[in-house]
């Protein structure tokens, strides 16, 4: 019985053994697996934690990156300015404008959603591009080509009668709309329309094409005819008796 249980008692003793070690590997295939697994979860973090930390870096030099790619443009000879908003009324005409006459890039980055470091990045660029094109071509080259370029859009895109509601929504309103002759006699070329209408109301319409030609109709039927080119600068005021209207 003992001989009969020896080789009995070795046999299991063997599959113990085997069943162990079939454990222990699939415990070391675990933890090789826990261990891969632990490895791409580090290198899934490290990669996300870089992306966050370039985009943080390339938002922190927003305003250095503007500032070096103006005076990289500048160096080449290219005048650009940047722009960003909702852009008004004649930026078409504003940047051929500025192109055809001046050879300066207008460039729309972005619209009506803009973050902070695209507005450092285009404030820092203008803040070395504008000077460097107003000493190049004059002090006023931009105010000059934004009035030309918005005259040319309101005479080819509005009503002549929408006009002056147009460049005047809120100005004058208050002032007597009989068109007072002596404050529009005290009108001198040199002067803003600006400050003409916020003295002495509304011109009644503007009959302008390659100028501003603003009409006030005076109580005594005649007419005050304000021509400008542009609203920062009247160039002519004629004052027309009643019956030189009427004629």
């Given at each position: ?32 697996k ?8 580090l ?9 966050v ?25 290219h ?52 000077p ?62 600006k ?53």
């Amino acid at each position: 019985m003992i001989q009969g249980n020896g080789p009995h008692c070795d046999l299991t003793i063997s599959a113990n053994h085997d069943i162990g070690f079939v454990l222990l590997m699939g415990l070391v295939r675990m933890m090789e697996k826990s261990h891969k697994s632990h490895l791409r979860m580090l290198a899934t973090i490290a990669i996300v934690g870089g992306l966050v930390l370039l985009v943080w870096i390339w938002d922190a030099t927003a305003a250095v990156r503007g500032t070096l790619e103006a005076r990289f443009d500048l160096a080449r000879g290219h005048y650009a300015i940047l722009a960003y908003g909702l852009p008004p009324g004649g930026r078409d005409e504003y940047t051929r404008l500025l192109k055809e006459r001046y050879g300066i890039e207008r460039r729309q980055i972005a619209l009506c959603i803009v973050d902070s470091s695209t507005m450092a990045y285009a404030d820092s660029y203008n803040h070395i591009s504008v000077p460097a094109a107003q000493s190049r071509f004059g002090q006023d080259v931009f105010e000059n080509s934004w009035q030309d370029a918005q005259r040319i859009w309101l005479h080819q895109r509005f009503p002549r009668e929408r006009i002056v509601s147009y460049l005047f929504p809120e100005l004058g309103k208050k002032t007597d709309t009989q068109h007072d002759p002596i404050c529009l006699r005290s009108v001198k070329p040199g002067q803003t329309m600006k400050e003409v209408v916020e003295r002495c109301g509304h011109p009644d319409e503007d009959r302008g094409s390659d100028k501003y030609r603003f009409v006030y109709r005076i109580p005594d039927g005649g007419l005050v005819t304000i021509t400008a080119r542009s609203l920062m600068n009247i160039e002519q005021v004629i004052y027309e008796s009643r019956l030189h209207a009427e004629n």
